[in-house]
Each structure stands twice: as C-alpha cells, then as structure tokens.
C-alpha cells in the first residue's frame, strides 16, 4: 500500500531552510526593484481588502512594483542605517515601514502617483473586531427585509424577534453596534445582512524617495521621526 503523503515527515531544518531562502529571494527582489525605478514610496494601509489591491497591482504592473509583507525583511533589504543602505538616502525609507505598511516602487510621475493614491477607495462590510462607525439600531416591529426562513439564524444572532402570521417581527429595540467600539462576530453579521458597510479600504502614502530628495507626506511626521525610528 503506498504511503500517504500526509503522513510525510519533513525535517525542521529543511523548513527553516525554505523559510530564509523565501526571505532572500524578497530581499533580493527588492533590491534589483530599488535599482530600476526612478522613485520609492511607504504607504500604509487600513482594511486591507486583498482582492482590491490585487487589482490596483494589476493596474500598475507595467510600471511599477509593490512590495508587502515583513517590514523587517523589506528594512534589511533597502538597508536599516546609512552604513548599510543600498542607496543614499534609503534608510529613511526603511525606518518608517511599521505596522501595516508597504512599499510602492515606480517610474511613475510624482503628480499621478499621488492622486492614484487619494482616489484609490473601497467601501467593504467591517469584519469581525472592526470599530463601528456609527451606531446601528433596529426599532420594535416587522423586519420586512428579512423572510420567514431567516427566523432561527437572525435569534441566533442575538435579535429578539418571532414569528407573527409569516413575517419576522422584532419583539424590542435592538442595538446592532455602538459606534466607536469593536464589532462582534453577530454584530459583523447582522450588518452585512443589513447592507451596511462600515469599513473603508484606503492606501495612505506616508514618504517619497527618489535619488535627488526624500519627502514626508504625514503631517505627523516631521525628520525627527526618521531619525529616532
């Protein structure tokens, strides 16, 4: 009986081997980008929506390149201090990849990439531990939106309601979500079967390098920031 490949052991050394090789092929990718395109951006993220951004990759392939993943990998691969920096000026750059952020390189002109980027928008259901925008309240009486077959999944979602001669009634006044705090799975749920759409898929720049200057784009952000990341 042949053996099943599940059952396959393979040694932890050969994973961690895989895993730094994967590591070296992005630093290497990033560095040979570094090298072809004219200006590099750091943007960060809010609501990532894969499915988006993959279009707008898409969209931008012919001339440009995004990178994202482990910032620490990305650091490493532009160069963490002006010691190591594989261009001058790129450590600025690789000190502000924190949180959910990314790397943008393209021969694009500055004009076009900046408004792609306050243009590029997309309005999604929140999920899960997303905060609430704004507080969503469904009043006592019939859920006409909802059928009769609906019932049993919408009490288990927490909502007092039954059944009154084939239409969902609502028994009280039921708060879906508060604005300002995190969503519940049942709160998540019930929005997107309300059609309410809470989050919002924005990429926001944050620097821009280019072998003649460094520019912040973050009002918050001034050189200091920079110098102590």
Known sequence: MPKSKR???????????????HKESIVNAIREAAESYNSIYVFSFENMR??????????????????LGSNKVMQVALGRSASDEI????????KLLRGDAG????????????????????T??????????????????PLDQFTHEMEPFLRKQGLPVRLNKGVV?????????????????ESARLLRLLGSKMATFRLNLICRWSPEDFELYKEALDESDVESA
């Open 169 to 185: 009634e609502l028994v009280s006044d039921f708060v879906v979500c508060e604005e300002g705090k995190p969503l519940s799975p």
């Open 103 to 122: 790397l943008f390189l393209t021969n694009m002109p500055r004009d076009e990439v900046e408004s792609l980027f306050n243009k590029f928008e997309e």
């Open 87 to 94: 261009r001058p000026g790129l450590y600025k750059v690789s």
């Open 124 to 141: 999604d259901f929140a999920r899960t531990g997303s905060i609430a925008t704004e507080k969503v309240e469904l009043l006592e009486g």
């Open 7 to 21: 059952n396959k052991i393979v040694s932890l050394s050969k994973t961690k081997k895989k895993g730094r090789e």
């Open 50 to 67: 894969n499915l988006k951004l993959k279009e707008f990759r898409e969209q931008l392939k012919s001339t440009s390149r995004f990178f």
